[in-house]
């Protein structure tokens, strides 16, 4: 009667431990834990967890976050991986790549992402296909729209 969609998607449980990465604080490397991560800091690496993961307003990550939840107030280059909800303040810079489950964004908010909406389970193809002749990802406004479709040959 039942569906079984609620299993756990991961064999790590997360635990209630609380990871604090202080202001002023730099690290390079990569950092695994079970528990809730505060970063207020600088990291420069991999950063994963079953738990969830604040960034605050003077955090930053270069580099790849894999969590269940993210609440981002601060900087983000990379490579995101979030199953549950990513929640972007009105602070937040992401920049990257993006796989969430669910996305939140506050006004003020900047993304600069491929952004990628699933369930939380892997999938394979990830990339976007890109047109010919698209080195990289554009940003239109109205005008450019109606240009670029006024410019497009028409066919009767």
């Known amino acids: 009667m039942f569906s079984e969609k609620k299993a756990k998607k991961n064999n790590v449980e997360p635990s209630s431990a609380q990871n604090r990465i202080n202001e002023g604080t730099k690290l390079k490397g990569d950092i695994s834990s079970t528990g809730f991560f505060r ?19 003077t955090g930053v990550i270069l580099g790849t976050l894999s969590c269940e939840n993210a609440d981002l107030e601060g900087k983000f280059e ?6 549950g909800t990513l929640t972007l303040r009105s602070t937040a810079l992401v920049e990257g790549e993006i796989v969430v489950g669910k996305l939140s964004v506050e006004p003020g908010a900047v993304l600069n992402a491929s952004c990628v909406m699933q369930d939380g389970t892997p999938k394979a193809g990830l990339n ?29």
Do not use: C, M, Y
């Not at 990379?78 to 199953?83: A, K, T, W």
């Open 39 to 57: 970063i207020d800091g600088t990291i420069e690496g991999n950063v994963h967890t079953p738990s969830k993961v604040v960034l605050g307003k």
């Open 128 to 156: 976007a296909p890109k047109l010919p002749g698209d080195s990289q990802p554009r940003l239109f406004n109205k005008q450019q729209k109606i240009k670029e479709a006024s410019a497009l040959p028409k066919s009767d």
């Open 78 to 83: 990379g490579s995101l991986q979030v199953s």
